[in-house]
């Protein structure tokens, strides 16, 4: 009853602001507003009430108004919209995330949490629930889905039931393509519960006939396409198709972008997302600002780009009666920019308070994570360095070449990210070249084999990071905890190894066997308890550690490029 009560108060509150008998909470004014249904820009003013939008360019002679906000002639639009988000791909937990993100003029999230849940094995529930804790209190929405692969049927099941969870994450192309009873489960759950099913949808992978099977059973939305081939068949079969900007090469990006305007596809199709992200990219270039004027100079008109980073996604959602446009009813998540072609957030409101103003927040969320902090279980101990050694697939006639694996950090996404090459050998042993060009080693390892199981690993040559001496490895815990490090010598490796091993999650790098490095990430080894000051300094230590080792790193950091080799690795079988 008092639920109805207080909307009926509203209901008359409303009534009452818009006929000048009520103060409403802010106008917002000298505004240039952008209209995403009529695509135009307008001059006016927005009134706010209890979050939300009330009044469009309000005669201000005749409302009652608590605060008034100049808004400079800036453009006003959306708070802008992540569609598809790892919440762990960053490392960031919660808070840190929104401090490096929100002051980019993201007000919205759509969060999978697969890894964590899955990294936290049978206390994946609860892992759910202490992610989520005070969730209402970010400085942004977050909606997020129940894990469709990596965690048992019997959690997500669970997890379905909580909020603030709006569907099911993605499936794992291998195992619903196989009819893995598990998948067939967790649809189900979904079928009967109602909400979104998120779409891994394998279009690089499966045959056209099992590509009809997601769609047919309620999966709306797919975020893996690498080419306009995919592109047109995604849209075909009716998918909103989330163009990845966190992942892959800026070529693939680019080829995307360029394809939606060459092919004149309607951009109505599109929604935006990061995927995977990392904290430095968040702080240093942006995060949808920057992919929005990234459009626009493949040539998407501005106000089409600032959609697909917007109203596209919200309405994809079912939502766009909460946000996604700056019309009456909606929650007054505006972001204020001199520019609608390059996005530079000046202020960003959310709920019509001013949460960031010049990429700083201005509001510090306390909510503690210490106890998702897990401690390391070594399973390395018994491991020896001979094990790291590579063991050439084949041999030449002259035996001056050996055939080995060789792994490209930049790869993904297409066949590239793994080849069989010839590189040269001598005495027994693999040199490390390719084409004159100089390489690392890399093991890729699982951390705990069963008891009488052999450890799997696999050792090949490694392209996107580069050491003269010393190692870096790092460590990854869902589906199946393995481990991987670059370096010379299996003796540093070997070290580098074990020195990750006492932590639950890290990355670190050595030099004579001995750290130079540690980044710890604690939070069941996928997430780092750091705000997010002292975490960048942490990546940035390791980045430093590396160059003094011979690297030269470009985009993204290293800790980051690592964590996403498992990704590949995972999908093209190296883990198992």
Known sequence: ????????????????????????????????????????????????????????????????????????????????IDAHIHFESQLAHPTALGEAMVPNGTTTIFAECLDLIGSAGADGLEAFKLLFKDYEKLPYRVYAFAPGKKVPAAITEEILKLDPVIGLGEFEHFSYSSGNEDDFKKAAWLRERGGFMNSHWGVTTLSDMELNY????????????WNVNDMEKSIRYGYATQIKF???????????????????????????????I???RLTKLGHMDW?????????????????MASYNTAKYFRMDDQFGSLTPGRFADIVLTDSL???????????????????KLL???????????????????????????????????DGKQAKVLLFDVYGRGHAKFYQEVWVPYAEGKVIPELDGQKLSRISVLKRYPAAGEARHIVNGLFKGVYVDRGAVSTSFPAPTPYMVV?????????????????????????????????????????????????????????DDALEALGNHNEGEPVTNKLLSLFISLHRFRFME
Request: charged share 20%.
């Open 341 to 359: 072609s390059v996005i530079e957030p000046k202020y960003v409101f959310k709920s019509g308070k001013l949460i960031a103003q010049d990429r």
């Open 214 to 225: 997601l769609p047919a059973i309620g999966s709306t939305n797919n975020h893996d396409v």
């Open 291 to 307: 992919i929005i004027s990234l459009c626009v100079e493949m040539g998407i008109p501005p106000i089409k780009a600032i959609k």
């Open 1 to 80: 009853m008092s639920h109805s009560v207080s909307q009926l108060q509203q209901v008359h509150d409303i009534f009452d602001i818009v006929h000048g008998e009520k103060e409403a909470d802010l106008l917002l004014k000298n505004l240039n507003i952008l209209d995403v249904h009529g695509e135009t820009v307008y001059a006016g003013s927005l009134l706010i009430y209890n979050g939300r939008i009330v009044a469009l360019s309000p005669d201000e002679d005749k409302i009652k108004v608590k605060e008034v906000f100049d808004g400079q002639g800036l453009y006003a639009i959306p708070g802008l």
């Open 363 to 397: 509001t510090h969320t306390e909510i503690g994570y210490d106890g998702m902090v897990t401690k390391g279980v070594p399973g390395l101990n018994d491991l020896t360095a001979d094990q790291l050694d590579i063991q050439p697939i084949e041999i030449s006639a």
């Open 486 to 542: 670059v370096g010379q010598d299996s003796q540093e490796m070997c070290a580098c190894l074990k020195a990750v091993d006492q932590y639950s999650g890290a990355c670190i790098v050595t030099e004579d066997q001995k750290p130079s490095a540690v980044f710890p990430i604690e939070i069941y080894g996928m997430m780092a308890n750091l705000p997010v000051d002292e975490l960048r300094a942490a990546s940035q230590k390791i």
């Open 246 to 276: 966190g992942v892959g090469s800026s070529e693939v990006i680019k080829t995307l972008l360029r394809a939606i305007v060459d092919r004149k596809f309607p951009t109505d199709n599109f929604c935006l997302c990061s995927d995977n």
């Open 278 to 280: 990392s904290i430095d």
